[in-house]
């Protein structure tokens, strides 16, 4: 069974910056996809960034040039380096980790950590 763990969210003004860790447990498979995906009050959860095993990115356009995603394949873990932050950045966020087999597919979710982002 494959645990993700997130750390780091809290309350931050506006402009500053904060950094989420995902830390992956279990049995993974090498090639993988890890994301960050956020939830705000009301909304439908979205997707921030990913990265590849290889260290392909993409974000999307509302964080990009202020986040930056990285990941330590050694230790199973994923980065999120948030600067500029924004109002409208406050959501709960989730670690997401998957990669396909020949006969399945595999997804996995962290529990969310908070990001809260004051005027």
């Known amino acids: 069974q494959v645990q993700l763990v997130e750390s780091g969210g809290g309350l931050v003004q506006a402009g500053g910056s904060l950094r989420l860790s995902c830390a992956a447990t279990?049995?993974?498979?090498?090639?993988?996809?890890m994301g960050w995906y956020r939830q705000a009050p009301g909304k439908q959860r979205e997707l921030v960034a990913r990265i590849t095993s290889g260290g392909t990115t993409n974000y999307a356009d509302s964080v990009k040039g202020r986040f930056t995603i990285s990941r330590d394949n050694t230790k199973n873990t994923m980065y999120l380096h948030m600067n500029s932050l924004k109002p409208e950045d406050t959501a709960v966020y989730y670690c997401?980790?998957?990669?396909?087999?020949?006969?399945?597919?595999?997804?996995?979710w962290g529990q969310g950590t908070q990001v809260t982002v004051s005027s």
């Open positions: 997401n980790i998957g990669w396909s087999t020949a006969w399945r597919e595999y997804n996995y």
């Open positions: 279990g049995t993974i498979f090498s090639i993988n996809v």
